[in-house]
């Protein structure tokens, strides 16, 4: 149907006038720009988690199952906006006008909370141009390498995405050689399985000495350690290796603030929208839409940031503007002590945890028990019902509840890894310790993710974990997969 002159027209000014009550009510986004394209634009874009991202199978995969979705009713995605500065946005071209100004008001709420969040303070802010790059130097490599051998590195590779260190930088990795100059100038004599990284010169091998531990502590960034010390990798792929860890810090904050995010979003296109002049009609289909968008999930078994997220903040400004029972649940500083609470604060107390807090933190301190109540959380468990494996509700005390939502977001669900010693058995082999916290893994998955490392690093490969209660060694040779206790 496209979008016709007349009807840009009429955008472009509404959001200007939005981006002005924006400010007046006290956000202070980012510049943003406004892009109207077709849906599958939309959904292309939600797929690849960032424009002109290297291709892959996997994100192909992503774009038919949102657009089937789609298609079938059953999802829709008004908008995709990018933490750059300035803010890029993408609007769909067939939505009503009074969607794009439900959608500029929400997209006007994120860009603040990118510019605001202490998470996103170290974003590359450019990191559209930089995911451009990165696809171009990956398509360099298909050309020269295969299309094959390089999709199937980025498969392995893509295994392990998460396993960096999330409180590490973003670090530019040194040529080999610039890591041996580094080791002669520090007098540090280098005897190991890793002789043939440091002794580039081709002269004799200092004198034997006791090889220093690698890594000399454990180490939680299993990608870095493998752009590091992977002494079967090529430089490109050490390049792809850094490529995906370079992203993956890109999507970080966004991973650490999820229902923050979309509940801040939501609380300010519900204001933005009530102080502009709708008609009737206009607000009708605001409220009807703005009801979607923050309905409780469909699936018992997850939750929708944008309700949660938007309902806390909301019980936030209620008590601390003093509205309604405000005996429940005082504020508590960071070990859990009553702090006075000061009334008519509500919306400073916002933009403070805005600022300050991940969703680890906001749902800890601000999930209360009437929220739990209310959003109608509990936890589940599998158990047989009639014969059959059922979800039934497990816990219903709101504390439990809570922790159990907030245990899950610990490292985003991710076991973590470290990386104990890099050359285990004096052998060059790689031991890894999952640190336990009550959840065992998956033996079948991990059975696949260690063949993967093997890929990566060339030789056996041993996780340490604990299944029943006792210390397990989980163990890939290169042929054979094993289990036994430690």
Same mark, same amino acid.
């Given at each position: 149907m496209?979008f016709?002159?007349?009807?840009?027209?009429?955008?472009?000014?509404?959001?200007?006038?939005?981006?002005?009550?924006?400010?007046?009510?006290?956000?202070?986004?980012?510049?943003t720009?406004?892009?109207?394209?077709?849906?599958?634009?939309?959904?292309?874009? #939600?797929a690849?988690?960032?424009?002109?991202?290297?291709?892959?199978?996997?994100?192909?995969?992503?774009y038919?199952?949102?657009?089937?979705?789609?298609?079938?009713?059953?999802?829709k995605?008004?908008?995709?906006?990018?933490?750059?500065?300035?803010?890029q946005?993408?609007?769909?071209?067939d939505?009503?006008?009074?969607?794009?100004?439900?959608?500029?008001a929400?997209?006007?709420?994120?860009?603040?909370?990118?510019?605001?969040n202490?998470?996103?303070?170290?974003?590359?802010?450019?990191?559209?141009?930089?995911?451009?790059?990165?696809?171009?130097?990956?398509?360099?490599?298909?050309?020269?390498? #295969?299309?094959?051998?390089?999709?199937?590195?980025?498969d392995?590779?893509?295994?392990?995405e998460?396993?960096?260190?999330?409180?590490?930088?973003?670090?530019?990795?040194?040529?080999?050689?610039?890591?041996?100059?580094?080791?002669?100038?520090?007098?540090?004599?280098?005897?190991?399985?890793?002789?043939?990284?440091?002794?580039?010169?081709?002269?004799?091998?200092?004198?034997?000495?006791?090889?220093?531990?690698?890594?000399?502590?454990?180490?939680?960034?299993?990608?870095?350690?493998?752009?590091?010390?992977?002494?079967?990798?090529?430089?490109w792929?050490?390049?792809?290796?850094?490529?995906?860890?370079e992203?993956?810090?890109?999507?970080?904050?966004?991973?650490?603030?999820?229902?923050?995010?979309?509940?801040?979003?939501?609380?300010?296109?519900e204001?933005?929208?009530?102080?502009?002049d709708?008609?009737?009609?206009?607000?009708?289909?605001?409220?009807?839409?703005?009801s979607?968008?923050?309905?409780?999930?469909?699936?018992?078994?997850?939750?929708?940031?944008?309700?949660?997220?938007?309902?806390?903040?909301?019980?936030?400004?209620?008590?601390?503007?003093?509205?309604g029972?405000?005996?429940?649940?005082?504020?508590?500083?960071?070990?859990?002590?009553?702090?006075d609470?000061?009334?008519?604060?509500?919306?400073?107390?916002?933009?403070?945890?805005?600022?300050?807090?991940?969703?680890?933190?906001?749902?800890?301190?601000?999930?209360?028990?009437?929220?739990?109540?209310?959003?109608d959380?509990?936890?589940?468990?599998?158990?047989?019902?009639?014969?059959?494996e059922?979800?039934?509700?497990q816990?219903?005390d709101?504390?439990?509840?809570?922790?159990?939502?907030?245990?899950?977001?610990?490292?985003?669900?991710?076991?973590?890894?470290?990386?104990?010693?890099?050359d285990?058995?004096?052998?060059?082999?790689?031991y890894?310790?999952?640190?336990?916290? #009550?959840?065992?893994?998956d033996?079948?998955?991990?059975?696949?993710?260690?063949?993967?490392?093997?890929?990566?690093?060339g030789?056996?490969?041993?996780?340490?974990?604990?299944?029943?209660?006792?210390?397990?060694?989980?163990?890939?040779?290169?042929?054979?997969?094993?289990?036994?206790?430690?």
């Open positions: 496209g016709s002159a007349a009807e840009r027209e009429e955008l472009e000014r509404w959001i200007d006038i939005i981006w002005e009550k924006a400010h007046e009510l006290g956000l202070d986004p980012y510049p720009h406004f892009e109207v394209v077709p849906q599958h634009i939309i959904y292309e874009l #939600g690849y988690g960032l424009p002109a991202r290297f291709s892959h199978w996997t994100f192909g995969r992503d038919h199952r949102q657009k089937t979705s789609y298609e079938y009713g059953m999802s995605i008004y908008e995709i906006v990018f933490n750059t500065d300035p803010t946005a993408f609007l769909v071209e939505n009503s006008m009074l969607s794009h100004k439900f959608v500029v929400h997209v006007l709420g994120h860009s603040d909370f990118f510019k605001r202490t998470y996103f303070g170290h974003t590359d802010r450019r990191m559209i141009e930089q995911s451009r790059l990165h696809a171009e130097r990956i398509s360099e490599y298909q050309d020269e390498f #295969g299309w094959r051998e390089v999709e199937d590195f980025i392995t590779v893509m295994t392990i998460e396993h960096f260190d999330p409180s590490a930088a973003v670090f530019r990795r040194k040529s080999p050689e610039q890591y041996a100059i580094d080791r002669q100038r520090s007098g540090e004599p280098r005897t190991s399985s890793y002789d043939d990284i440091w002794n580039l010169s081709g002269s004799a091998p200092p004198p034997k000495a006791r090889p220093r531990k690698i890594p000399e502590e454990p180490e939680k960034d299993l990608l870095r350690f493998l752009i590091e010390y992977g002494r079967e990798l090529t430089e792929q050490r390049d792809i290796i850094e490529i995906v860890r992203e993956m810090f890109y999507f970080l904050p966004q991973m650490r603030t999820k229902i923050m995010n979309e509940g801040w979003a939501s609380f300010w296109h204001r933005i929208l009530e102080s502009l709708l008609t009737s009609e206009e607000h009708w289909e605001f409220r009807k839409l703005h979607s968008v923050l309905s409780p999930s469909g699936s018992r078994m997850q939750i929708n940031p944008y309700y949660v997220g938007f309902q806390i903040l909301k019980d936030i400004k209620r008590r601390w503007d003093g509205e029972d405000v005996r429940d649940v005082p504020e508590e500083d960071w070990m859990g002590r009553p702090m609470r000061p009334v008519g604060q509500g919306l400073n107390k916002l933009f403070e945890i805005i600022e300050e807090d991940n969703d680890v933190t906001f749902l800890r301190r601000y999930l209360t028990e009437e929220l739990v109540k209310k959003l959380l509990y936890t589940y468990k599998r158990e047989e019902v009639n014969g059959e059922a979800w039934v509700v816990d219903t709101w504390r439990r509840v809570r922790d159990t939502i907030v245990d899950g977001m610990t490292n985003f669900g991710v076991p973590i890894i470290y990386v104990d010693d890099g285990y058995q004096r052998r060059g082999e790689l890894l310790r999952h640190a336990f916290d #009550g959840k065992q893994l033996t079948k998955y991990t059975d696949k993710v260690l063949r993967n490392i093997y890929k990566l690093w030789r056996p490969v041993t996780l340490e974990t604990v299944i029943d209660g006792s210390k397990n060694l989980l163990s890939f040779d290169g042929s054979e997969f094993t289990q036994k206790s430690g």
